[in-house]
């Protein structure tokens, strides 16, 4: 058996020690999401750290704890704070979390994120949900023995984040009367903020939002069959864009100010999207 398989599998039969809910969908909450799991009616919370062998959250913001319950009637699960490949994972540690969820029943992914706009046309405090993307700057998640338990050996990329889901937000945002960006995201890999000439690359490469996150839980997800959707709350004008430098702190914050609408708009989705299951 491949030893990724079997310590999802012990993560796997430990949660289903904890609780037997069922979630419809999964929710991975980024900077500024934090609060979102105060909406949620909780039904059981999970520490990662009290799963054995599972990655935890090390950055300021990201709680690290998985919630299941109910948001608007649907079933969730919930992750509270991510775990990011600069914080010294494995690429297969990074993604155990979206694997774990997928075992456990869910069958759509909405991903979550705060990111540098790099989009000129793009403004701090706009939401942007994410078309496409790029993640040829981190390893893929799917490198090394294939988990035939999971997935296909080479999985179809064409459509990552489903048309459907996007139309379905996109609708959403038009009756709440927000005017909702659209762009390719691209994953980089942290910790260091991007130069003003990789940000110039990017663009030309076709990139709209850059982000340390997001673009290989997408890819894991797909390999197992879900359906993805995502959204970036553009926190900051991305490096040589901004005539300021970038802080954590400060992206926060501006993530924090937008939060109340992020939160509408994906409560409101993620319902909208359980009824056209």
């Known amino acids: 058996m491949n030893k990724i398989y079997d310590d999802l599998k012990k993560c796997c039969d430990y949660v289903r020690s904890r609780t037997d809910f069922v979630p419809q969908a999964a929710l991975v909450l ?21 799963i054995e062998g599972f990655p935890v959250s090390t950055v300021a913001g990201h709680r690290g704890r998985f919630i299941f ?23 297969a540690e990074v993604v155990m979390p ?39 700057l981190v390893p893929s998640p799917l490198i090394g023995p294939n988990i035939e338990q999971l997935g296909t050996r080479f999985p179809d ?17 038009d009756s709440m009367g927000l005017r909702l960006r659209e762009g390719v995201y691209i994953q980089c890999s942290g910790p260091n903020y991007e130069s003003p000439e990789e940000i110039t690359a990017y663009s030309k490469m076709g990139a ?42 400060e992206i926060k914050e501006a993530a924090d100010r937008i939060a109340d609408v992020f939160q509408m708009l994906v409560s409101d989705s993620l319902a909208d999207i359980a009824a056209s299951l």
């Open 30 to 50: 980024g900077s500024g999401l934090g609060d979102f799991a105060q909406k949620v009616e909780t039904v059981c919370s999970i520490d990662y750290g009290e």
């Open 69 to 91: 319950g109910y948001i608007k009637g649907v079933p969730v699960v919930v992750m509270q704070g991510r775990v990011h490949f600069y914080e010294g994972y494995s690429m």
């Open 98 to 136: 979206i694997r774990l969820m997928s075992m456990l029943g869910a069958k759509v992914l909405m991903l979550t994120n705060a990111s540098g706009g790099i989009n000129l046309d793009f403004n701090v405090g706009d939401l942007m949900l994410i078309s496409g993307q790029i993640s040829s």
């Open 157 to 173: 990329m064409s459509e990552i984040y489903d048309i459907e889901l996007r139309n379905i937000i996109k609708k959403k945002a």
């Open 208 to 249: 709209d939002a850059v982000g340390m996150s997001t673009a290989c839980e997408a890819i894991a997800a797909r390999h197992m069959g879900m359906r993805v959707c995502g959204i970036s709350c553009i926190s900051n004008k991305a490096a040589g864009i901004s005539k300021t430098k970038l802080t954590h702190s």
